[in-house]
C-alpha cells in the first residue's frame, strides 16, 4: 500500500482516514486525510466523486477536518472530501521556518523555481500529478473514489490554490468553489511575498499562478462553474490581501459565465465563516459532479 | 452590563459572542460562549429558547463552539445556544491543576464541600442560580432569551452534568441529551476520584450526584425527555468509566417512559462522533421547547 493509515475516525456515517504516504515530488513524507461517505462504503458500492480542499495558511490537513463540517453534507450527497496538506514539512530548508506566510504550511501550492525552495516546494506537480495517480490507484483506497469526478475548493491561500489549479487544469476538475481565496496575489502582499521568494523577481511569471489573472484568459461564453464567498467581516479582505473585486472585475471583462462572487455580510476569515457555507459549496459541487 | 464582550461572531446567520462575567459564586472571572440564531436578532424579535451544553474534561467554552456543529441545526430551528465553562479558572488552588481529570476544567458541575474546593467549585449553584439569574436578567442580553424554555446537553463529563442537573432540577430543564456521559461516576474511576475530592470519603453522599441513582428515584411512568448517545468504539466506554448500560438498567427498573440510548457503531469519544449527532440533539431539544 502506498499509504500507511495514522487513524480511521467513523464521523457523520462515513470514515475519516488519517493517512500518510512518501512523496517523490516533494521528497518528503506527505499527510493527508480521506473522508469516505457512507454510501462508498457499502459492500459493492460504485466509486463516488471527490471534493478536494486546499487550506489556508498555517493549516494542516486537520484543521479544516475538525471544523469545516464539510462531512455532513457530504455524508448526505455522497461525496467524498480530501484534505491534502499545505507544504512538505521535514526539508529542512534556510529560512522555511522563519514566517507563518511564507515556508511551511504556506507553499502558496505552485511549483517554486528559486532556491532553496525548488528542492521540494512543487505543490502544483505534487496535487495534480502524483496525489491524483498514487489516490486513485491505490490497492486499498482507489476502488472507493470515480477519478472522473472530481471537484476543487479552498479556503485563503487554498482559495487561491483551488482557483489557480482549476483554471490552469481544466480538464482535472469540474468545478471549483473558494472561501475568502486570495483572489489577486500578485497585486497584495501575502502574494508578493510568496511569489518573489517561490518563483523570483520576474513578475510576468507570476501572472500564470494568479486567479484574476487566469479568469481574465478565459475566453467569454466559458462556463467557469466558480463560486467564490467573502465575509464583509474579514480583516484580511479590509487590508486588501484577498481582493474579490478585481477577480469580480475579471470574471466580467472577459465575458466568462457561471461565475458567483457573494459578499456575506459580518463574516470573518476562520471557520466559523468557512463552516456556515460548507453545506452550500459541497452542492455546488455535487451538483457539477452529478450528485444533485 | 454584567457581562464582558470579548468577541462577536458572525456564524450560520447568527452572532456567537464569547462573554465574561464576575461570578459571585465561583469568586472567579467565568468564560461562557453564547450562540443567538438570526430569528433572535430580528428587529422586535420575541425571546428564543435555550440548549445549555456543558463540555467534557479539559475543554472550555471554545471547543464545541468550534467543533461540536449545534449552530448548525440551531441555526435553522431558532435555538439559542449556551456554553459556560467547565470550572473557575483562576483560584490557585493546591492541587488543582495537577490533573487533567480534577481540578481546573475538571469540576463536575458539583458544589465542593472539601478543602480547598469549597471555596469556588460550586458549579451546581453557578449553572442553577447564578448564571440563569444574570443572563436572563442581563439588559443587553436577557431580551433574547426566553427563561421558560431552557434545555441541556453535555458531553462526557458534561453529559453527566447535564443528567445530573437536570434530574435535580427538573422544574428549570424541558428536556436533557448527552454525548458518551459519566453515567454512573459513583462506579468509575474518574467519578470515584473527582467526588472524593470534591465531596469526601461519604460514599452515600455521592448518590446524589449520579445520574444512574437519580434515574433510579425517578417514578413509574415519569416522562424524562432523555436522549443518550454512545460511541461504541469509544475507548472510556470500554475502559468502563461511562456505563451507560447501568444507566439505561436504571430507567427500566424505575419504569420511567422517554428514556433514549443509542450505540452508535464504531463513533469514538471525540467531536468527530459528537458532531455527527449534534443536528439530533437539538431537535431533540426543540421538540421539547415547542420549536418542533
Redesign the interface.
Known sequence: MAFTTKAT?????GK?LKLSHASTTTTTPMALNLYLPPTALRPNAAPVPLLIYLSGLTCSPENCS??G?FA?RASQLGLALLYPDTSPRGLNLPGEKDAWDFGEAASFYIDATQEPFRAGYKMETYLTQELPEVLFGDAEFGKYLDKSKVSITGHSMGGHGALTLYLKHRELYKSVSAFAPIANPTKCPWGEKAFGGYLGGDREAWKGHDATELLGRCEAGDDVKMLVDV?T?DNFYKQGQLLPENLEKAAKEAGVKGFQLRY?????H????M??FADEHVEHAAKHLGLL
Do not use: A
Open positions: 475516525i467513523t464521523t457523520f456515517g475519516l475538525e471544523k463540517f455532513h465575509g467581516g456575506q455580510e459580518g463574516y470573518d476562520s471557520y466559523y465563516f463552516s456556515s
